[in-house]
């Protein structure tokens, strides 16, 4: 199972990005995905997760300025970010609860990791 993360970039206070991160591979099932986020020095940190079910959960740090969404038939998870503010720069990592077919072991994947700067 590979994730591939997209959408990082360069952006001003105020400004909105979309990240996507799509799962392939031998795929039997994907539980919950979600987006994660590291600064220098710092623990990786949850922004958002989804579970299968569509239940969202996210950080107070973005509640109401970001949006965590994914797409089913695409295994494909997505972060709106809105109102963006410096300190939301940081590597933003996705990663998925996936069973890779042929087994009955669910694991955690990652992806590699996509910058995202919020700067004027």
């Known amino acids: 199972v590979q994730l591939q993360a997209s959408g990082g970039g360069l952006v001003q206070p105020g400004g909105s990005l979309r990240l996507s991160c799509a799962a392939s591979g031998s795929i039997f099932s994907i539980n919950g995905m979600g987006w994660y986020r590291q600064t220098p020095g710092k623990q990786r940190e949850l922004v958002a997760a989804i579970t299968r079910g569509g239940r969202t959960n996210h950080a107070d740090s973005v509640k109401g300025r970001f949006t965590i969404s994914r797409d089913y038939d695409k295994n494909t998870v997505y972060l709106q970010m809105n109102s963006l503010k410096p300190e939301d720069t940081a590597v933003y990592y996705c990663?998925?609860?996936?069973?890779?077919?042929?087994?009955?072991?669910?694991?955690?994947?990652w992806g590699q990791g996509t910058q995202v700067t919020v700067s004027s």
């Open positions: 990663n998925a609860e996936a069973i890779p077919r042929g087994t009955i072991d669910e694991c955690t994947y």
